[in-house]
């Protein structure tokens, strides 16, 4: 999964950054870098298809702090593939980019019209996943580039 600026997102402890990586880097056996997509059946009709994103045994989920709504990492173990309703916390909806191969945007389940995006952390000095309120909009920091197989 890259951004714009072609940064691949890599598990960092537990936070999602994005970071110049080279295709040997993110195959490699010990690196923890490898994010990886489980598409989910679900028992409602939904236009989009739901996907948790994961690495080793953490994945993405959305949650409230206070009246501000994020991302953090989890630690899950076994990512569950079926869900009973369309809201999760790890569950993101994704978005195809009109015209554009393997690009898209991811929407939170819990949170309609939240999109996963990028954004400038200084404090980590890197690019950084975050959640954000994107309404109807266009914005290029919630556009993702992945290959899904």
Excluded at 1 to 25: H, P, R, Y
Excluded at 28 to 55: C, L, M, W
């Amino acid at each position: 999964m890259m951004n714009m600026n072609s940064q691949c997102l890599v598990i960092d402890g537990d936070m999602f950054l994005f970071e110049s990586k080279t295709n040997a880097e993110l195959m490699s056996p010990d690196g923890n870098s490898v994010i990886k997509f489980r598409t989910y059946i679900s028992d409602q009709e939904k236009d989009n298809i739901a996907v948790a994103i994961h690495a080793n045994d953490c994945v993405v989920v959305c949650c409230e702090n206070g009246d501000k709504k994020e991302i953090k990492t989890k630690k899950l173990g076994e990512v569950p593939v079926f869900i009973k309703d369309q809201k999760h916390e790890a569950i993101f909806y994704k978005h195809n980019i009109p015209g554009k191969t393997n690009h898209f945007k991811f929407e939170s389940s819990l949170a309609p019209k939240w999109f996963l995006a990028f954004e400038f952390n200084a404090s980590f000095d890197s690019w950084v996943l975050v959640l954000k309120n994107v309404e109807d909009k266009v914005d290029q920091s919630t556009e993702m580039e992945a290959q899904l197989y």
